[in-house]
T-cell receptor, first 115, second 112 residues
Framework: EAGVAQSPRYKIIEKRQSVAFWCNPI?????LYWYQQILGQGPKLLIQFQNNGVVDDSQLPKDRFSAERLKGVDSTLKIQPAKLEDSAVYLC?????????????FGEGSRLTVL | DAKTTQPPSMDCAEGRAANLPCNHSTISGNEYVYWYRQIHSQGPQYIIHGLKNNETNEMASLIITEDRKSSTLILPHATLRDTAVYYCIRSGDSGGYQKVTFGTGTKLQVIP
C-alpha cells in the first residue's frame, strides 16, 4: 500500500516569496491534515479536511496561508507571502477515521527554509 | 492545548524496557489515548492506542490506569533504533471529526 506522498521535500525561498506544497493521501482516506513543525517542537495542526470540506482551520494564519483539497483527494498548502518564522517542516497526514482505527499516517514532510 | 503531560526527556539502556509515562487527567469518556513516535527527519509514526484496557502489539504495550488519568508506553527491549521523540495524544470525536493535538513529547535516548 502506497503511503502519503508529499512534495517537494525541500524548498528554500526568500521572505515575501510564495511557496506551495502538495500532498497525496492514502487512497480511500477521508481525512487529511496539514501540520507545521518548527524545530524542537511538536507538530501543530494548521488545517483539517474531511473529504473536501474544512472541519478545523482555527490555527491557520489565513492572511498568508491557504489550503484546498479538490475532489476530496490531493491537497495543496500555499504560503504567500512567506515570513522568516514560517521556516518549518510541513507534514501532511491522512486517516480513515473510525473509532477503532483512527491512526494518522504521515508523509515524510516538506522542509521550508525562508531566508 | 495539548492536554497531556510528558517528561521532556528520558534515557534507557539498550536491551532494557523503556517505560514512558503520560498524564491525561482531564481525559473524557470517548477519548482514546494514542502514542506516536518521530525519528529524526521523518514524519510521526503510529505505535498503539487504547481506550480503557491495556493493549499490546508487535511494537509496544500500553498500560492505562483504571481511572484513565494516566498511561505508560512500554517498549519491552529497547534498541538504538527506538531513539526518537514519543508523543502521547488524546483523541476522540470532536463534533463529528477526529481532533489530534500533539504536545512536545518525550525525547527517548537509548544508550548502548
Amino acid at each position: 500500500e502506497a503511503g502519503v506522498a508529499q512534495s517537494p521535500r525541500y524548498k528554500i525561498i526568500e521572505k515575501r516569496q510564495s511557496v506551495a506544497f502538495w500532498c497525496n493521501p492514502i487512497s480511500g482516506h477521508a481525512t487529511l491534515y496539514w501540520y507545521q513543525q518548527i524545530l524542537g517542537q511538536g507538530p501543530k495542526l494548521l488545517i483539517q479536511f474531511q473529504n473536501n470540506g474544512v472541519v478545523d482551520d482555527s490555527q491557520l494564519p489565513k492572511d498568508r496561508f491557504s489550503a484546498e483539497r479538490l475532489k476530496g483527494v490531493d491537497s495543496t498548502l500555499k504560503i504567500q507571502p512567506a515570513k522568516l518564522e514560517d521556516s518549518a517542516v510541513y507534514l501532511c497526514a491522512s486517516s480513515l477515521w473510525d473509532s477503532l482505527t483512527g491512526e494518522l499516517f504521515f508523509g515524510e514532510g516538506s522542509r521550508l527554509t525562508v531566508l | 492545548d495539548a492536554k497531556t503531560t510528558q517528561p521532556p526527556s528520558m534515557d534507557c539502556a539498550e536491551g532494557r524496557a523503556a517505560n514512558l509515562p503520560c498524564n491525561h487527567s482531564t481525559i473524557s469518556g470517548n477519548e482514546y489515548v494514542y502514542w506516536y513516535r518521530q525519528i529524526h527527519s521523518q514524519g510521526p509514526q503510529y505505535i498503539i492506542h487504547g481506550l480503557k484496557n491495556n493493549e499490546t502489539n508487535e511494537m509496544a504495550s500500553l498500560i492505562i490506569t483504571e481511572d484513565r488519568k494516566s498511561s505508560t508506553l512500554i517498549l519491552p527491549h529497547a534498541t538504538l533504533r527506538d531513539t526518537a521523540v514519543y508523543y502521547c495524544i488524546r483523541s476522540g470525536d470532536s463534533g463529528g471529526y477526529q481532533k489530534v493535538t500533539f504536545g512536545t513529547g518525550t525525547k527517548l535516548q537509548v544508550i548502548p
